[in-house]
């Protein structure tokens, strides 16, 4: 049984030749300038599946360059390089509203200055909450991992919760279980 090929980071290894350009223009790297793909090469390229890339496109995250005469959705350089921005994002746990958002402000179709910074702010305090989360998780797997009671029971108390209904929801299981862990 083989595995699946993983696409390349830059996602430009893999292009046809039919899909490469002789030069680069515009800033992108060699090979990008004059693409003309389909759906399922984008596909490959970015590890981003089809039916993903179409949602992009239906809530505008995405466009496709143009139409084949057989009706197929064809891209170029930048919708690969978008594609792997917007990827990269979701990785780094960033939602659709806040990609949006940062396509807006590198795109400089906000209205003032002032609103690019707002946006700025709140990605940044977004991603502020996001380290701190993990920072808490840190804690707690190393405390686990430290802990000497074989790992059959992990306490409640060292269990991290965002907010009170989270909070409330694990001590009623739990003591509606007749324990004060979980297991």
Sequence with gaps: ?????????SGLEGLSDRTRSKSSTRGYPEGTSNMDIGIGELSQLTGVKIPT??????????????????????????????????RRARDLGFSIEAIKDLFRLADASFSSPAEALRIAKEQLAAVEEKIAQLETLEKVIQLVAESENDGDLIPLDILPSNDSDRDGDAEVKASSRGRGSIH
């Design 53 to 86: 890339i179409r949602y992009y496109e239906q809530i505008g995250l995405l466009r496709e360059r143009s139409r084949s005469k057989g009706n197929q959705r064809r891209y170029d350089h930048g919708a690969v390089h978008r594609l792997l921005f917007i």
């Design 1 to 9: 049984m083989g595995r699946r090929r993983t696409p390349a980071r």
